[in-house]
């Protein structure tokens, strides 16, 4: 009768806790109350760069517009081209309350390296736009137009380039703008944009890639000259600079600026950011900020954003086997 007891005694404890367990997570967990909790966001690079301002400039909107009801952390966790971050997030798995921002690396660092990871393992929210890049060099230099930078480079034998990550977009422009004009380079990979800056600025890199919005007041000020711009259109706010395009060289990979949940996040957390990031993209101070850095508007959601990841991640597949990375 004692052990029978015992034994009634601690089914109703694991009752007692079951049923607390599933209070929590119904508390946490639910459509009806989704979202209840902060929200963590991985900047899958250092500050500074075109994602970390991305992102930025997101969480600020959101808080601003009062769309998220609760706190968001946002932290950078910087490496290995965004391998980190993202790697953090895939451990987040079938957490609605994770979220990060997408750039090159997060398709081609899986095709350079095993990070334990691919695009296809994520959920996907939506792309919100694209991010040309110029191809600039110090300022103290004296290269002012693209054929300044192709006699000096050529002159030289081989120049020393740079750009974020190993085989990211950046690489992928150094490498076809370099084998269109004729000369040769060493690529140097970093992981943020400050890095590749002080690089460049210092001596150490002859020529990087960056965007826009990141480095234009190094432009305004002299420290640095453009002199390509990988867009379709030249920039209003450097006229003097000529397009890819112009150069013979159409369909310049751009990056992708997206929005992702961990894998297997709960369909109910997808549809309530893709919702919510459609409202982010109508207001006035996303299309103030893609103007002011020069992104291009470019929104797809859901399957059609994971449609956009799979044509692109075999465009780039192709042209790094095309320059030998792969």
Partial sequence: MRLKAIITALLAVAALVLSACNAGSGNSGSAEDYPSQELDW?????????????????VQIIQEKNLYPNDIAVENREGGSGATGWGYLLSKRGSGYDVSTTSGSFLTTPLQADPGWTYKDFTHVGLMATDDALLLVDGKKGIRTFEDWV????????????GIGT???DFILQSLIAEHAGYEIEY??????????????????????????????QVESGDMTPVLFTGKERLQKLPDVPTGAEKGMA????????????????????????????????????????????LTKNELWGDDFTAYLETTTAEFEKTLKEQGAL
């Fill in 42 to 58: 991985t900047i899958a690079f250092g500050p500074g760069g075109g994602n970390d301002m991305m992102a930025r400039k997101l």
């Fill in 151 to 162: 006699a000096y480079a050529k002159n030289k034998g081989k120049v020393v380039v740079g």
């Fill in 251 to 294: 369909d310049l990979p751009s990056m992708p600026r997206g929005f992702i949940l961990p894998p297997d996040a709960p369909d109910y957390a997808r549809d309530w950011w893709i919702k919510t990031m459609k409202d982010v993209v109508k207001t006035e101070e996303w299309q103030a900020y893609l103007a002011e850095n020069y």
């Fill in 188 to 217: 140097v990979p970093y992981n943020e944009e400050g890095q590749v800056q002080t690089s460049l600025l210092s001596g150490a890199l002859d020529s990087m890639i960056s965007n826009p919005g990141s480095i234009l007041g």
């Fill in 167 to 169: 085989v990211n977009v």
